[in-house]
């Protein structure tokens, strides 16, 4: 009976790919002599010689190479299949839930909901990772993450997404700004102070500057970018900088610091809120009813 081993059908498809010893070293990051070795035990299991070496020239599959090859693809196609389909089946019926979300939203508003399922399905593990709009769309698409949470009116690329609320963005500063004793103040008139903003670049700065330009404000004087909440307020209650921001982001200093919302007469400003999972594999039902869960109770 023939004992095959599934490395060894690798290394002499390297083989056979790259036409040589050598280049199929630098393809599987071996060395070569390991490389030659694989391939000989492989012929010893078969019987036959499976490649045609001759110096000079590059490497060739032998009659009986070809239809080694041939067959050996399938197999290692279906050897390929078999794991996924037992890495979706493990997915399907696991308990670990990975959440990806904005860190705008992961810090704000998901922690309660997530503690609030929890409480209610001890059984599930959760993972939460916090980043940019980026980084949640990349976690999505390669299958880090099981379910995603955006923060932005325009469709999120490559990723079917559903808007499950609207959140509003509001103007602040610091008690003891100039503006911050007016009752009523025209978009127009916030131009003339310094601002400080997020990061230049990413989706979310893109997605705001779309908000701002609505209302007049496509040019602004930034005196500082950051993506720190600590910097950002500091800016702020020091009068040094207005800050557009999501309002569930900056209740708690308006409530506990002196920081006030700004009576900027404008229409409603908000991002739409956006649930995605990912398209990599069939969802498993614990991280079904958690999307349906985060879905219904958006506060």
Known sequence: ???????RIEVLLAVADAGSFSGAAARLGIAQPSVS????????????????RRRGRPVQPTAAGRLFIERARAVLEQADALVNQFDN??????RRVVVAAQRKLGTTILPSLLAQFAGAHPEVNFEVRNGSYENVREMLLDGTADVGYFLGNQRVADVE?????????????SASHPLARRKRIRPAELAAHPFIRG??????TREIDGLLANVGLAELDVNARSTDDHVIRQFVEAGL???FAMEKSVAADLRERPIKKLPVASPPLALAVRQALTPRRRIGPFVRTFYAYVRDNWP
């Not at 694989?38 to 499976?50: H, I, M, W, Y």
């Not at 990061?199 to 979310?204: P, R």
């Open 1 to 7: 009976m023939l004992h095959l081993s599934i490395r």
């Open 37 to 52: 070795e694989q391939v000989r035990a492989l012929e010893n299991s078969v019987g036959e010689v499976l490649l045609e």
């Open 89 to 94: 089946y493990a997915r399907r019926h696991s």
């Open 161 to 173: 997404s559903t808007v499950i609320a609207s959140e509003p963005f509001i103007f602040v500063a």
């Open 199 to 204: 990061a230049t670049g990413s989706q979310l």
């Open 241 to 243: 900088s207005i800050y």
